[in-house]
């Protein structure tokens, strides 16, 4: 079992800028992709960005491309996601994932969220 925890979370002003961590904890991530998501209110949660193992591969949904930044500290067994730029449309609840099986779609292991609230 992994145990995923996002924190980091708040309220911010447009233009501003905030990281967001997930940590993991119960076994080590550092082998697996792990990724953002997130889910405003009334909509679907999105993806957002994910990261390989090696940071190796890194892929961004194009709203956010140039303004975030994915990263990972496998020592730490910790995901970032650095948020720059911050627009009204980014207010969300933000989740971290884990790939702990790669061979099969989805992610298997998911974070409680943190609220990034961007005001304008």
């Known amino acids: 079992q992994v145990q995923l925890v996002e924190s980091g979370g708040g309220l911010v002003q447009a233009g501003g800028s905030l990281r967001l961590s997930c940590a993991a904890s119960?076994?080590?991530?550092?082998?697996?992709?792990m990724a953002w998501f997130r889910q405003a209110p009334g909509k679907e949660r999105e993806f957002v960005a994910a990261?390989?193992?090696?940071?190796?591969?890194?892929v961004y949904t194009e709203s956010v491309k140039g303004r975030f930044a994915i990263s990972r500290d496998n020592a730490k067994n910790t995901v970032y996601l650095q948020m720059t730029s911050l627009k009204p449309g980014d207010t969300a609840v933000y989740y971290c994932?884990?790939?702990?099986?790669?061979?099969?779609?989805?992610?298997?292991?998911w974070g409680q969220g943190t609220q990034v609230t961007v005001s304008s």
């Open positions: 119960g076994r080590s991530v550092s082998a697996y992709p």
């Open positions: 990261i390989s193992w090696s940071a190796s591969n890194i």
């Open positions: 994932a884990a790939d702990l099986t790669p061979s099969t779609p989805g992610y298997d292991y």
